[in-house]
């Protein structure tokens, strides 16, 4: 059970606009900057927002973050079949003193 | 460009201790402004942090898997490591090294390693 609750899967058809959530608490997104990754199938996690919503040189401008208390989400739009990949929230967590995942949302384009 | 690559067996008896290192190249090791951490995944699963080391010699780790991990480096080899003792077959995983960044407004980790799989096997 992860610390930070994330949709197991979204789908949506190119070209649309889709987000994920991102669900935590006080002591981790209430209080912290969250980021979130990109998981191509077979490689290594990519950031591909930083600080709630800042966007790393060289990501697409397609990738937008937000947060608001203790939530947050990750938004893509005009989808591409590119974009297909597992997305995971991640956020310091005050009470365990440690960095918190979610459990990961698999995004398909239809 | 900074490069990581993980390094170590990959397959590790029940009780014995896991034991990986991460080499840095095209970029400092002993920069005040990272941090280096260890992130797993079991096969099929989702992301879970194991513990990162800063520049002072502090580390932190994930409280469940504290008690048995060690994370140290070797700023002469550009080296970090990653021990995990008493292993069971739940550490099965791809294992990840990473750089990470902070600032008064959080921390994230912006270069990965390619990951390596780890079985615990007899």
């Known amino acids: 059970q992860s610390v930070l609750t994330q949709p197991p899967s979204v789908s949506e058809a190119p070209r649309q606009r889709v987000t994920i959530s991102c669900s935590g608490s006080?002591?981790?997104?209430?209080?912290?900057?969250v980021n979130w990754y990109q998981q191509l199938p077979g490689k290594a996690p990519k950031f591909v927002i930083y600080y709630d919503d800042l966007l790393p040189s060289g990501v697409s401008d397609r990738f937008s973050g937000s947060k608001s208390g203790t939530s947050a989400s990750l938004a893509i739009s005009g989808l591409q079949s590119e974009d297909e990949a597992d997305y995971y929230c991640?956020?310091?967590?005050?009470?365990?003193?440690?960095?918190?995942f979610g459990g990961g949302t698999k995004l398909t384009v239809l | 460009q900074l490069q990581l690559q993980e390094s170590g067996p990959g397959l590790v008896k029940p009780s014995e201790t896991l034991s990986l290192t991460c080499t840095v190249s095209?970029?400092?090791?002993?920069?005040?402004?990272?941090?280096w951490g260890w992130i797993r995944q079991p096969p099929g699963k989702g992301l879970e942090w194991i513990g990162s080391?800063?520049?002072?010699?502090?580390?932190y780790y994930n409280p469940s898997l504290k008690s048995r991990v060690t994370i140290s480096v070797d700023t002469s080899k550009k080296q970090f490591s990653l021990k995990v003792s008493a292993v069971t077959a739940a550490d099965t995983a791809v294992y990840y090294c990473?750089?990470?960044?902070?600032?008064?407004?959080?921390?994230?980790?912006?270069?990965w390693g390619q990951g390596t799989l780890v079985t615990v096997s007899s």
């Open positions: 095209g970029g400092s090791i002993s920069s005040s402004s990272y941090y």
């Open positions: 991640a956020a310091w967590d005050d009470r365990l003193n440690g960095v918190v």
């Open positions: 990473a750089r990470g960044r902070e600032s008064y407004r959080g921390a994230f980790f912006d270069y």
């Open positions: 006080s002591s981790n997104i209430g209080n912290n900057a």
């Open positions: 080391i800063y520049y002072s010699g502090s580390t």
